[in-house]
């Protein structure tokens, strides 16, 4: 069996609000910060490697903030190829930044190495 991709969403301590003297606000606007993104490993073994506990595997980009959780929810698997994912990570991605309950760390939609073709108009 090849490999096989899958969409993963988490939720990350990132401020919605710039400032810290504003987290207050952000606990009371109720809005997750979430981060998008594809992987072939497990989902699970990304979320570790994204909080710094996988050696050889880069931990999640300080901009981001430190992932708290999987969101199953958002979770979709058994992708065939890495740009079928990718298209599936920026309709996520897109679908999350338009939701009022959840802010995207990523401004743009996220864009796979060397494609230069989308299936979509985001920039």
Not at 8 to 35: A, G, M, P
Not at 67 to 79: A, D, M, S, V, Y
Not at 88 to 112: C, G, I, S, V
């Amino acid at each position: 069996m090849g490999k096989t991709w899958s969409v993963y969403v988490l939720e990350t301590d990132k401020n919605y609000l710039k400032s810290e003297k504003n987290k207050y606000l952000n606990e009371l606007r109720n809005v997750k910060s979430v981060y998008v993104g594809i992987t072939s490993k497990t989902i699970e073994e990304r979320f570790l490697a994204h909080q710094g506990k996988v050696s050889g595997l880069k931990p999640l980009r300080k901009k981001h903030g430190v992932p708290i959780r999987i969101l199953e929810n958002f979770t979709k698997e058994g992708f065939k190829s890495r740009y079928e994912a990718n298209d599936a990570e920026r309709k996520m991605w897109n679908k999350l930044r338009n939701d009022p309950n959840y802010f995207t760390t990523q401004k743009l939609a996220p864009k796979e190495r060397g494609r230069t073709i989308y299936n979509d108009n985001l920039n």
